[in-house]
């Protein structure tokens, strides 16, 4: 980018990169991590054009889920920074529910425009809980982006910034559905669709993945101590084209990163789950290129690769 163009992205905060993802020495060739996920979706295929040339080339959303990407160890204290629980803390979720001096009817509204999940009052994090998690200091959170960092290391990675999609979708969010709540598909964000804003004055409006301009995907982590296939509450995701579905059960350190532009639900546990919730941590991310013109694919193994 040019010296004005920095400036601006600098004053409006659109690119402000994780510790770890900067690459200090860019004069080198950066290796790509060979990648191996546990399960790799590509799902709503289509031809897009270039960005550059604007030449008709095939396009799919990737869905790559990572089983046990955090120990135990890093899970329980994730788990300690969304509920806030500290020494003395005895809320028993199991029998109760989400802690309500900690989670809120109503509070789940992370989707862009009119979408929301269902329409349906379901659990979300109070204001100031969300506020804590996206700004306040928390070591297991980067332990987490410097992970993060690393599974990306060809890119510079970056939490969503406000000038996107506004103050109310915020790049960390919770959820914690329970039996009976109802959700809808919908997609975390598109850059393709993006409101006018300081981000498409520099960027403009692009399709998601194409080459030299950021890539903007979701991470989401389970983090229950333990969690029974039985009790449902996959996230599942939805095919247009194709009109299929693929569902990703939770699992206790289960990592799923998916572009941002899948079409995508929280599915609620069911009556076997009784009032214990599922609790999940997600990140809003953006991978930028390092370099002008660069590929934003992600390269991974092909051995366990599903295409819908």
């Not at 009817?105 to 425009?113: A, I, K, M, V, Y």
């Not at 109070?126 to 990306?152: D, M, S, T």
């Not at 903007?216 to 084209?241: H, K, M, R």
Request: aromatic share 10%; charged share 30%; with cysteine.
């Amino acid at each position: 980018l040019c010296p004005l163009v920095e400036t601006e992205v600098e004053t409006h905060d659109l690119r402000l990169i994780m510790e770890g993802a900067v690459d200090k020495d860019k004069g080198k060739r950066q290796e790509i991590p060979l990648r191996k996920p546990d399960i790799h979706v590509e799902i709503d295929g289509a031809i897009v054009p270039d960005a550059y040339t604007g030449e008709g080339v095939w396009d799919t959303s990737s869905i790559f889920v990572f089983d046990d990407f955090i120990d135990d160890g890093l899970r329980e204290r994730l788990l300690d920074v969304v509920n806030n629980r500290h020494e003395g803390y005895n809320f028993d979720d199991k029998f109760h529910g989400p802690d309500p001096r900690r989670w809120e009817r109503g509070g789940l509204d992370d989707t862009p425009g009119d979408e929301a999940h269902g329409g349906a009052v379901c659990w979300g994090l109070r204001e100031e809980a969300i506020e804590q998690l996206c700004f306040g200091f928390h070591p297991a959170i980067e332990e987490v982006e410097r992970k993060l960092c690393a599974l990306f290391s060809e890119f510079d990675i970056a939490r969503l910034p406000e000038s996107v999609l506004g103050p109310y979708i915020t790049p960390l969010t919770a959820n914690a559905p329970t039996f009976g709540d109802s959700f809808s598909y919908h997609i975390d964000a598109d850059p393709n669709a993006a409101p006018p804003s300081p981000w498409t004055d520099i960027f403009g409006r692009y399709y998601n993945r194409v080459r030299g301009k950021p890539r903007f995907v979701s991470c989401l982590i389970y983090l229950n101590d333990e969690w029974n296939d039985e009790f449902g509450a996959p996230t599942q995701f939805y095919d247009p084209p194709t009109e299929e579905t693929f569902q990703v059960y939770p699992k206790p350190g289960r990592c799923v990163i998916m572009d941002q532009d899948v079409t995508h639900t929280v599915v609620a546990p069911n009556e076997r789950a009784g009032k214990q919730p599922r609790y999940s941590i997600v990140w809003k991310l953006i991978l930028h290129p390092r370099n002008e013109k660069q590929s934003m694919g992600i390269v991974v193994s092909e051995s366990n690769i599903t295409r819908i």
